[in-house]
């Protein structure tokens, strides 16, 4: 039995874990085209901030790999899977057989058919080295472009701001944030970010980038131009298929997996932003490259790679994020487009606070907590558990708590935490 | 493990719970007085208080076997400890970006903002001796035990 793990993110740190709940004992490889130690892909942000230091960026501590029997193959691409002779072909030339294989390649940035988006200072922000690069390229005063205003562009929006760059957000959308927010709570947050300095461009997009090796100025189709030492590229990120590209290995949006993380070819397993597994509040399989939900899907592979059984089929949409000091939390459907959902809002943009629930049946699917996060994740675990909130949910949009639940669910949250 | 259980039946809503537990994590561990006069700067109690009526309870962290807050912490800072049990949150790793109160069905865990911003949660006292909340519940409605004092249907939570 041998396994192999390619990716060192969320999802491959929770396979690990996973497989060390039911076997001590097999060794495990884990391969990585990144030559650092498992890092929190988030904090690239508050690397580029300035607020976290290197050192703290570790996503587990570095006798990880040591004390849970992993052989890490750093700063190596696995390059082809052979699903027949069972064997991931290593860049290096190395050929590593597996029982049981996890893929956990994450997303990668997509780029969008503009001429001139290769140009030498476009960046992406997903990994350690796009902000060691952007870092290079930027000081005081710098003038950047940011396409696209989703959490990643707004996080770098935020970085870059915080270290006196001059920041632009072009945004093809008319609201931003329009994945976690809706247009009310998003005009709230872009207040304030337009108060801290960062000025956008909404409904409009590249339409021309100017400059010979570098990019001078970008042209929208609004007819705006902006001259810009350095733009970034955030409108989303992708499923990185390329391994399983030509395999038989099934794949859609992302590479499908059951609620045991298994893909279509038995011994082959898929974890995190490279997948599409199921969603509970939608009620059918997407890509949700969240980072609870890959730990969580890594840590189900892991468990069932090693024999064991775990399942997973609670996924779902949820976020905590804050800029300048302004918290939101947001899960399931934000933004219902069909028939037969209730929502209820609370919208105080004096207060720069704004909630909303989503109801469906009854049941909560959704919610939005703008500067009310306090205890959100209340409302999170009632998607989960799909509890009927009808008689509550007036009391809830002013507060989150369990006093208001019925005695046999109170009771069953006030004696919660243990397996029984 | 042995987990700080609510009896709603007991308390009043007099919320010394959540004094000691200011107390039990100040600098002045055993002088209610100092700890309230001295530091300015206190960071808030761990453990709260729900009251509507004659219905009230305190709770805090469950320490859950599955916790959903070590599994969603997006810098590993948040951690189980194999050994006790005890969910704690590890301060130099933490970056205050809450998405362990996005996670948490119980609503336990609390921003601190005193100094640099990081995710406060009980500790159970660090386990040497009964918590803190419990010693000091003047009405024996907060327990420390392995059994939980409701029998409920469904499993809790998790």
Redesign the interface.
């Known amino acids: 039995m041998a396994y192999v793990i390619i990716g060192n993110s969320a999802a491959a740190i929770?396979a690990v874990e996973g497989i060390r709940k039911v076997d001590r004992e097999t060794p495990i490889t884990l391969v990585s085209s990144e030559p650092y130690h498992t890092y929190?892909r988030?904090?690239i942000s508050?690397y580029l901030a300035g607020?976290?230091e290197e050192s703290?960026?570790?996503?587990?501590?570095k006798d990880f790999y040591e004390k849970n029997g992993v052989k890490a193959i750093l700063g190596c691409r696995a390059e082809a899977l052979d699903v027949e002779k069972k064997s991931v072909n290593l860049a290096n030339g190395q050929k590593l057989p597996y029982e049981k294989l996890l893929i956990a390649t994450g997303g990668k940035p997509f780029i969008p058919p503009i001429a001139g988006l290769d140009k030498k200072n476009v960046k992406t922000f997903i990994k350690l080295d796009d902000v060691k690069e952007i870092d290079a390229l930027v000081s005081r005063g710098s003038k950047v472009i940011i396409l696209g205003a989703g959490l990643i562009g707004l996080k770098a929006a935020e970085a870059l701001a915080e270290i006196g760059a001059e920041v632009v957000v072009v945004e093809l959308a008319e609201y931003i944030l329009s994945s976690i927010l809706d247009e009310d709570a998003a005009k709230i947050v872009q207040k304030h970010l337009e108060n801290k300095g960062i000025k956008f461009e909404l409904g409009t997009t590249i339409e021309k980038v100017l400059g010979d090796e570098e990019v001078r100025a970008v042209e929208l189709k609004n007819g705006s131009t902006y001259t810009c030492d350095l733009t970034i590229v955030a409108i989303g990120v992708r499923p990185n298929l390329e391994l399983v590209e030509g395999t038989p290995v099934n794949t859609e949006a992302g590479i499908v997996v059951n609620d045991s993380m298994e893909t279509n070819i038995s011994g082959i397993y898929a974890a995190g932003d490279v997948t599409q597994g199921y969603d509970m509040t939608y009620g059918e399989k997407r890509v949700l490259p969240i980072?609870?939900n890959a730990?969580?899907q890594g840590?189900t592979a892991g468990i069932n790679m090693a024999g064991g059984n775990a399942k997973w089929d609670e996924g779902f949409a949820?976020?905590?994020?804050?800029f300048f000091g302004l918290?939101m939390?947001t899960?399931g459907i934000v933004n219902p487009r069909e028939e037969g959902y209730q929502e209820l809002e609370k919208c105080e943009p004096e207060n720069n606070l704004y909630k909303k629930l989503v109801l469906k049946d009854g049941k909560l699917v959704g919610h939005i907590s703008l500067n009310c996060?306090?205890?959100?994740?209340?409302l999170?675990?009632f998607i989960?558990?799909k509890v009927d909130i009808t008689n509550i949910a007036e009391k809830l949009l002013n507060e989150?708590?369990?006093?208001?639940l019925e005695e046999?669910l109170?009771?069953?949250?006030?004696?919660?935490?243990?397996?029984? | 493990?042995k987990?700080v259980?609510?009896k709603?039946e007991y308390c009043i809503g007099c919320r010394l719970c959540e004094i000691y537990c200011i107390l039990s994590h100040s600098e002045y561990k055993n002088d209610l007085i100092k700890a309230f006069k001295k530091s300015l700067q206190r960071p808030p109690a761990r453990i709260q208080v729900?009251?509507?009526g004659a219905?009230?309870?305190a709770?805090q962290c469950?320490?859950?076997?599955?916790a959903?807050?070590v599994?969603?912490c997006?810098?590993?800072a948040m951690q189980k400890d194999p050994e006790t049990g005890v969910v704690f949150n590890e301060k130099?790793?933490c970056?205050?970006?809450?998405?362990?109160?996005?996670?948490?069905?119980?609503?336990a865990?609390?921003?601190d903002e005193t100094s640099k911003k990081i995710a406060s949660k009980c500790d159970l006292c660090g386990q040497n001796e009964t918590p803190y909340c419990v010693q000091n519940c003047p009405n024996g409605a907060l327990i420390f035990s392995e059994e939980?004092?409701?029998k409920?249907?469904?499993?809790?939570?998790?």
């Open positions: 929770g929190s988030p904090l508050y607020k976290v703290l960026m570790v996503y587990r501590k980072l609870p730990y969580k840590e949820f976020n905590s994020i804050s918290p939390t899960a996060i306090e205890r959100s994740g209340i999170t675990s989960r558990e989150n708590g369990l006093i208001v046999e109170r009771h069953r949250k006030l004696v919660g935490g243990g397996a029984a | 493990m987990r259980y609510a709603e729900e009251e509507e219905l009230s309870f709770l469950r320490h859950c076997d599955e959903y807050c599994k969603s997006i810098t590993g130099e790793r970056v205050g970006c809450w998405t362990c109160i996005a996670a948490c069905p119980y609503g865990i609390i921003k939980p004092p409701y409920t249907s469904v499993k809790g939570g998790e």
